[in-house]
């Protein structure tokens, strides 16, 4: 009688599957602040655009600014700029429910995809994220005043909306809510 054993080095599989999973992250999540990046989003967003147009699911976009947010790079610095980056995406991935998607739409401004919602739930959780922002607590230099918030568009999709006119009417509400004084939700 005999036997033989047979031996499979498999490291060099799972160094593979976890380089895939890095350049997969890489791909979709912002650097800085760890959301989605912008290509994810608009991934996302025609996926529940569709969702909305062939199943008549609701989906609301909330397209959120820092305010101000030249002014904080240049009274602060960069190095602080990235904080309040950084900080406000912590918020905001922590408010979310675990089918909501935020990311980082570039620069200083945000999206959050929110499904299963009618007008009233959006406003509250816009209205939620907006307190929560300014509300958020970040070791920023002591020499520096450092007041942050947001402001908000809230839109929901419409059968005939593109990934456009569904960016464009959020971005339109958000500018209303800068010109109306700013750290304001604005619905339409």
Known sequence: MGGAEVFSDNSSKHDMAERLWEL???ALLDGLTRLSNRRHLDA???SRIQEVQRYGMSLGVLFMDIDDFKKINDRCGHAIGDLV???VANTLALMGR???LFGRWGGEEFVGLIRNVNQDALVKIGQRCRAL?????TAFKDDCDLRVTISLGATLCRPDDTLDSLMDRADRLMYEGKRQGKNRLVVG
């Open 24 to 26: 997969e992250e890489l």
């Open 44 to 46: 996302e967003l025609q």
């Open 85 to 87: 980056l950084q900080t």
């Open 98 to 100: 675990p089918f909501d």
């Open 133 to 137: 922002v300014e509300q958020s607590a």
